[in-house]
C-alpha cells in the first residue's frame, strides 16, 4: 500500500496537467504541441502527401496478349500468339516527377510547420491574455481594498458627525463599482483559462500560469532579423520547395515530348509444329502531339509560383519591419505609462490620509483612485500588447527572437 501511496504521489508530481499544477510557458507550448488536436488533425493530412510520391514512383502495368488466328484453306491452319508488352521510359521523365512529389511532400511539410508556429502564437497570446486578467484583477483588488477601509473609516466618522452619509454613500456606490468590475473581470479570467485549456487539450482548468509580466528595455535589428527571415521562416522555405518542384514538373512536361516505347516479346505456335519467339518494338511518332499544352500549363504554373514566393518575402519583411517598430513604440510607452502609475498610486495614498484627517474633499480622493485604476488597467493592457507583438514578431521570423536582433 505504501509503495502505491509513493508511485501516486510521484505520477502526479511529474503531470503538468494535473489539478492545481502551475503552468510555466515552456510546460504550456510543450503540452501544446503533444495534445493539441488542430495540430494533430494537419499531422495526418500531411500524411496523404505521401501517396502522390508513391503515384509518381509506380511503373506503368505490363499488358499481357493472347491471340488466336483459324484460316482454312484446304486445311484449316491456326496459329496462337502469347506475348508481354511494356511500355519503356528513356527520357527521365519519371524520375522528374519523383523529385517534384518529393519537393511538394517537403513543401507540405513546412507549410505545417509555419501553421503551426500560428497556433503557437495564438496559445501564447492566450497564456498572456490570462496573466493579463490575474493582475487586472489584483490591481483592481488592492483598489477595492482602499475602498473598503476608506469606507470602513468614513463609517466610523459618519457616526462620530464628522463626515456626512451622503458621502459614505458616495463611498460604497464607488466601491461596488469596482466589485462589479472584479466579478466581470473573474469571469473573463475563468473563460479564458478554459480557452487556454482547449487549445492544450486539458480536460481539467484547475491550473493556474506563472510568468513575468513586465517589460524590459530591448532592442532588435532589423537587418539581422529580415536575414533571419529567409533562413528560418517556414512558408518562405516551403514556397522555395514549391518553386523547384515546379521546375522539376516543368522538366517531366517537356519529356513528354518524346514519348515512351513499348517493348513486346512472346511465343507464337502454329498448325504443323512450326513455332517460335516473337519480338517487336513499338515507337509512338511525336508528329502532332508534343506536349505543347502541359508544357504551357508547367511554364505558368512555375511562373506563379516564383512571384507567390517573392510577395511572401516581400510580406515578411514588411511585417518583421512593422513588429520591430510596434515593439519599440510600446516599450516606450510602457516606460511612461509605468512612472504615470507609480506617480498615481503615491497621489491616491496622500488623497486618502488627506480626506481622513479633513484636508480634503471626497471628490479629490474618488479623482485619483479612479486616475489610478484607469491607468494600472492601461498600463497592463500595454504590457499584453508588447509581449503579443513579441508573440508576432517570432511567428513572422520563423523562430525565437532574442535581444539586437538574435535567433535562437
Not at 199 to 214: A, C, I, K, M, Y
Not at 268 to 295: A, D, E, M, W, Y
Request: proline share 2%; glycine share 6%.
Amino acid at each position: 500500500m505504501r509503495f502505491v501511496i509513493i508511485t501516486l504521489f510521484v505520477l502526479l508530481s511529474v503531470c503538468p496537467a494535473a489539478a492545481g499544477t502551475v503552468l510555466s510557458m515552456e510546460d504550456a507550448e510543450r503540452l501544446f504541441i503533444e495534445n493539441n488536436l488542430d495540430i494533430r488533425l494537419r499531422n495526418r493530412e500531411l500524411q496523404k502527401s505521401d501517396a502522390s510520391i508513391l503515384d509518381a514512383k509506380a511503373l506503368p502495368n505490363p499488358a499481357v496478349r493472347y491471340s488466336l488466328e483459324s484460316l482454312k484453306s484446304g486445311e484449316r491452319e491456326t496459329e496462337e500468339t502469347y506475348s508481354v508488352s511494356q511500355e519503356v521510359d528513356v527520357t527521365g521523365k519519371r524520375s522528374r516527377k519523383v523529385e517534384a512529389a518529393y519537393k511538394t511532400r517537403e513543401a507540405r511539410g513546412l507549410f505545417l510547420a509555419h501553421e503551426i508556429s500560428e497556433l503557437t502564437a495564438r496559445m501564447k497570446q492566450s497564456y498572456y491574455k490570462v496573466l493579463l486578467f490575474k493582475e487586472n484583477e489584483r490591481a483592481l483588488s488592492e483598489i477595492a481594498g482602499v475602498f473598503s477601509e476608506v469606507e470602513r473609516k468614513t463609517g466610523a466618522r459618519v457616526s462620530a458627525g464628522d463626515a456626512s452619509e451622503a458621502d459614505l454613500m458616495k463611498l460604497s456606490g464607488e466601491k461596488n463599482k469596482v466589485v462589479r468590475g472584479l466579478e466581470a473581470l473573474r469571469t473573463d479570467l475563468k473563460s479564458e483559462k478554459r480557452k487556454l485549456a482547449l487549445l492544450l487539450n486539458l480536460q481539467e482548468t484547475d491550473f493556474d500560469v506563472s510568468g513575468e509580466f513586465s517589460v524590459k528595455p530591448v532592442a532588435f535589428i532589423y537587418e539581422i532579423l529580415a536575414a533571419a527571415v529567409q533562413q528560418h521562416r517556414p512558408d518562405i522555405r516551403g514556397q522555395g520547395k514549391i518553386v523547384e518542384a515546379s521546375e522539376a514538373s516543368l522538366s517531366a512536361s517537356k519529356k513528354e515530348a518524346i514519348p515512351s516505347f513499348g517493348l513486346e516479346a512472346g511465343y507464337k505456335k502454329r498448325t504443323g509444329g512450326f513455332n517460335g519467339f516473337i519480338f517487336g518494338v513499338s515507337i509512338p511518332l511525336p508528329l502532332f502531339n508534343r506536349n505543347q499544352g502541359g508544357i504551357a500549363r508547367a511554364q505558368a504554373e512555375l511562373t506563379q509560383e516564383k512571384v507567390v514566393f517573392e510577395a511572401l518575402q516581400k510580406k515578411a519583411a514588411y511585417e518583421v519591419n512593422l513588429l520591430i517598430e510596434r515593439i519599440a513604440s510600446l516599450q516606450t510607452r510602457v516606460a511612461d505609462l509605468a512612472r504615470q502609475v507609480e506617480t498615481s498610486k503615491e497621489l491616491t495614498k496622500i488623497a486618502g490620509i488627506a480626506y481622513e484627517e479633513g484636508e480634503t474633499g471626497l471628490l479629490e480622493l474618488l479623482d485619483a483612485a479612479r486616475s489610478e485604476k484607469e491607468l494600472v488597467v492601461e498600463n497592463n493592457t500595454l504590457v499584453y500588447d508588447y509581449w503579443a507583438a513579441r508573440f508576432e514578431l517570432e511567428k513572422a521570423v520563423g523562430t525565437r527572437v532574442t535581444p539586437m536582433g538574435g535567433t535562437k
